[in-house]
Every structure is written in C-alpha cells, then in structure tokens.
C-alpha cells in the first residue's frame, strides 16, 4: 500500500485512546495496544483527545496524569462531560494515593504508575475496563429494551408450534429469520426469544423498526456516520451494525425499508461489511438479523417495492406469529398476567376477573392483538376496578353483542384488519389440516390442490415437520 493510502478493509476492533504529551511513550504503547489486537489513537493534549473522541469514537482512554503543563484531571472532567460511560484509566510516573483518590472521584476507572513491566499490567486493566463498559451496556440495554408489555406464552397450538421454530433456529448462530405477524402479535419478543436460546445470548440485543425512522437517518441508524458526513454530523457515530456485533441485530417492519437501503443491507448480509456513511474504509462484523413485517413481502416484490433478492436472503427461516383471536386459550393465561403485573405497580393485591368479563374477552376479534389486550387490563385495572375486573368495567367494543349469525368462529378478516396472502394462504392450510385430523391427502382434496402442491407449501412455511408427524400413515 503507498503511503498515505486509506485502507479499504479494516476488521472491527476495540479502540485505545493513548494521551500523552511524550511521543516516545505515545509510541511504544501504540505499539504494545496493537500487538494485542487493538486499534491505538493517539493524542498529545486534552484538546486533540476530545477531537479524536468526537470524530472516530474510543472504548478506551488511556490519559497521563500530567500534559506538560496541562492537569490530565480538568482533561478527565471533560471526558467525562463528553461521555460519562467512557472508561479512562489514568497513568503517571509520580502520582500518589491523593492523586488516586482524586482520579477516581472524577470518574476514572482505574490508576497505574509507570513502573516497569506496567504494560503487563496495563494489559489486565484495559481488558477488565472493556469488559467492565460492556457489562455496564448490557444492563443499561436490558434496563431500557426489557418488554413486560407483552408474554410470549400460552397453551396454543399456533402458538407452540411457533416456539418450537424458534428455538430451533435459535441452534443456528448465523441464520437470518423472517417473522410474519400483524401489529401487536408480538414480534420482537419473538425475536428476542430467539436471541435468548442462542449462543449469541451474552451480545447485545439492538432493535430498530424500520418506518419510525426518516429516510435521510435510517442509513445513519443502521451503518453510522463520519464527522462531517452531512450537514448535521458533528461527531462521529456508530451505526446499529456497529453495536450489535456479536449479538443480534432486530429489524422490525423491515417492508418499510427504501429500496435504496435495502441493496445495502443485502451486501451486509452477504459479505458482513459495510461502511458508515461518509467512510472509506470497510466494517466486519458479526451479527445475526432478524426481521419482521406485517407486510405482503412477495405482493411488494411483484410491485417492485421490495427487492426480491433481499427477500429470498431474508426469508431463509420464516417464522408466523398466530394473531390472538386465532389463540384464544391464551386470553386467561395472558389477562390474569397482566391484571397480576398492574396491580401490583399499584402496590394492591390482583384482581379477580369476573367469569362474564373474560367471556366478553374470549369473543373479542382483539385486531390490535396482544398489545391491545394489554392496555385495556392496564385502562381498567387503575381507572375502574379495585378488586374485581366486571363486564361494564371493559370498553364498549369488548362489550357489544355480536350481529346475528356471526357467533362461532371469528371471522377470516375482522373489520379493519388486512392479513397478507402469504398468511391466509397459511391458515387455510391449518384449518384444512386441523378438519382432516393432519391428514394431507383429504387436506389437500379439500383445498382444491394436489397433494405435492400442499407439501411445497408446509416446507414454504415452514409447518413439514409438523405435518408429517400429524400424518405418520401417509404415503410419500
């Protein structure tokens, strides 16, 4: 490479921030940071180590106690004020215990002399900070990303036939997953579900749905930015990809996503490189995706809104959530859940649910789904009833007696729902399935189609495994 060229390929590695008015010692410890397989940045005063923070990031500072005649603890401070979550391990050649408790009020993690063989030593403390910041991430995220709204659990058979999906393709560390499911089914759960049971566990979870984020951002979200990128990147930001390495990275209405992007995101998938925005130098990393919509995917390939080569790399694992009404003997399981949880957040013992209130609940269509069961156990559990959830205590649309000869079944397309093909096409063939007693010769009659055709389509969904074990006796 000739001098002055920017490398095209670079592999992700955690950053040391060295900041030391000596260049010699800048050196050897550069030197000793990327023998161990860090990335080493450098800086001689506080100025030029907040720049370097701002503009390439660090997950690591490594700050001399004295910058000739700056105090390296007024450049602690404004490490701190810059990012109170980096951590900073200060090194002095003549520091004290004064100096050391100082440094650590102000933030610092750790406090090293310059005695040899301190690098030995530096090594332990640099990976004991970098591990210490990522346990610290990982808290702070399941702190902020933990879901009670919801339960991912229940009687169904729709519902365990899906979490046996899930917990298979959870074995496999790099499989990309599709879930299908309408709004408020519980999709990202499902997602984190298969994050939980997979070796990935102990990475981080990072979420991120798709039509919630501008257009001009959303490349900035996923891939990050270099200072300077646009008109608005002040400082340097890592992208999504960035943060999920080594764990999971949940792509929810992912059918939102421009076509621009997607021919991004189908090279990250591909090759697990790609570059922030404004950058010059290539990204790996090592994360699995999943993704989610509520969409038609194939009716959006055939109008052209959706890449098609995107959708078969994403479609490796497809996965459907059954909506509630389709999961019925979960309603008391999920209700009683929720009625537990409010009450007490309102410190008061649960509440009984009244025998004609969970009818009501039972013959509710509920197209919001599980979100939607959710907020009306938490509407009345604070605003109506005390100690017993009664009929006249749920809203009005739970309580309206249905028209004549709409009893039984709930109806293929409730009012205001809109299920993509894909999926009625699936749950005609569990009803047919489900009439036939797992019998997919008579299935198959009553479908109109031949017997092949149903067996192409349970392996398109996914349901072969079921089926054949739903009908030992039939003929190949």
């Not at 994050?195 to 984020?213: K, M, Q, T, V, Y």
Request: contains cysteine.
């Amino acid at each position: 490479m000739a001098k002055g060229d920017i490398p095209t390929h670079v592999q992700t590695a955690h950053t040391l921030l060295i900041v030391d008015d000596e260049p010699s010692l800048r050196f050897s410890i550069g030197e000793w940071a990327r023998d161990s397989g860090l990335c080493a940045l450098e800086a001689a005063d506080g100025q030029q180590a907040l720049e370097q923070i701002r503009e390439r990031g660090a997950d690591v500072v490594l700050l001399d106690l004295k910058l000739g005649e700056e105090d390296g603890l007024q450049v602690l401070r404004r490490i701190r004020e810059e990012d109170p979550a980096l951590p900073v391990i200060m090194l002095t050649g003549h520091g004290g215990v004064e100096h050391a408790v100082q440094a650590t009020r102000l933030g610092a993690y750790d406090f090293i002399e310059k005695k040899p063989p301190y690098l030995e030593h530096l090594e332990v403390v640099v990976r004991r900070a970098l591990e210490h910041a990522r346990l610290k991430h990982e808290v702070e995220r399941l702190r902020e990303g933990s879901q009670p709204d919801q339960a991912l659990f229940g009687e169904s058979a729709g519902l365990r036939r899906a979490l046996q999906r899930l917990e298979k393709v959870a074995r496999s560390n790099t499989a990309t997953v599709l879930l299908h499911g309408e709004t408020g089914s519980g999709k990202e759960l499902m997602a984190r579900y298969v994050h939980a049971h997979s070796a990935r566990a102990s990475g981080p979870f990072i979420d991120l749905n798709c039509s919630a984020i501008p257009e001009h951002l959303l490349e900035s979200q996923l891939f990050g930015h270099e200072k300077g990128a646009f008109t608005d990147a002040k400082h340097f930001k890592k992208g999504l990809f960035d943060l999920a390495d080594a764990g999971t990275l949940f792509l929810d209405e992912i059918g939102e996503m421009p076509l621009q992007l997607q021919s991004k995101l189908l090279r990250v998938l591909e090759s697990r490189t790609f570059r922030r925005v404004g950058g010059q130098a290539d990204i790996t990393v090592d994360v699995r995706v999943v993704a989610a919509t509520h969409r038609d995917l194939p009716r959006a390939v055939a109008e052209g809104k959706f890449r098609e080569d995107l959708y078969y790399r994403l479609n490796v694992v497809p996965i459907s959530m059954p909506p509630l009404r389709e999961r019925r003997e979960d309603i008391p399981l999920l209700a009683e859940h929720f009625i537990r949880r409010f009450c007490g957040e309102l410190g008061r013992p649960a509440a009984r649910l009244h025998p004609e209130a969970l009818q009501a609940m039972l013959e509710y269509a509920w197209p919001g789904n599980v979100r939607e069961l959710k907020n009306v156990i938490e509407r009345v559990v604070l605003l109506e009833a005390q100690d017993e959830i009664r009929l006249e205590h749920l809203p009005g649309e739970l309580t309206r007696r249905p028209e004549a000869g709409s009893e039984g079944a709930p109806a293929p397309f409730p009012p205001g729902v809109v299920r993509p093909l894909a999926e009625v096409e699936m749950l005609a063939i569990e009803h047919a399935l489900g009439v036939c007693g797992g019998n997919k010769t008579r299935a198959a009659q009553l479908l109109g189609i031949s017997r092949q055709t149903l067996r192409t389509k349970l392996k398109e969904f996914a349901m072969e495994d079921d089926a054949e074990e739903a009908d030992p006796k039939a003929s190949p």
